[in-house]
Structures are given as structure tokens and as C-alpha cells.
């Protein structure tokens, strides 16, 4: 990977929804593992900030909740600081972000 300020990575949808409602109801396992084995990766990025923002379709983020995508980044990111940015800005470094999945 070339070096950089942010990375970014949305597309999961291993859910299970209501369906009436769409509601999610639940994440997948698997839904769990693919977010789980991204953040390993994303964690070890040579990067000092890394800041991710979820897509508009990230079902399997949107599902688990802020809080957990948060711990599920701070537990594998093995280099620099790792943030989960939903409908909030945070600084990384000196440069503020900003970052909504909508």
C-alpha cells in the first residue's frame, strides 16, 4: 500500500434482517470475521492515524454498533491509533476528520 492519510473500506453484509421491517436483527458470524480479520489488517498499516468511515450499505458495522467496531479496531491495531468516525469529527494528528456513513 501506498502511503497515505486515511484508509477506507466499506462493502460488508453479513446480516440477518427482519423481514418486514429490514431492521437488522443480527450479524453473521462470518459477517463478524470478515470486520474482525479487516481490522488486523487495517491495524497493522504503517500508518500513525487511520481513521475508517463506514459506507452507506456497511451492514455488518451499522449491526455491530459503534462501540464495538471501535473495540474491535482498538484490540487489533498492533501500529499507530486506529478510530472508528460515525457522524463525528476527530483530529488524527493535526488534520481534523470528519466521517458519516450516510
Not at 24 to 40: P, S, T, Y
Not at 41 to 62: C, I, M, P, T
Not at 72 to 92: K, M, Q, V
Request: proline share 2%; net charge negative.
Amino acid at each position: 500500500i501506498h502511503t497515505g492519510d486515511v484508509l477506507t473500506e466499506s462493502g460488508l453484509r453479513h446480516v440477518f434482517r427482519d423481514p418486514a421491517t429490514r431492521a437488522i436483527q443480527e450479524v453473521k458470524e462470518e459477517g463478524k470475521a470478515l470486520f474482525v480479520n479487516f481490522a488486523r489488517w487495517f491495524g497493522e498499516q504503517r500508518y500513525a492515524h487511520k481513521a475508517l468511515v463506514a459506507g452507506n450499505h456497511d451492514l455488518v458495522l451499522e449491526g455491530l454498533g459503534k462501540s464495538q467496531v471501535q473495540q474491535i479496531l482498538t484490540e487489533n491495531c498492533s501500529f499507530g491509533e486506529a478510530i472508528y468516525l460515525e457522524d463525528e469529527e476527530r483530529l488524527a494528528g493535526e488534520v481534523r476528520i470528519f466521517g458519516s456513513p450516510y
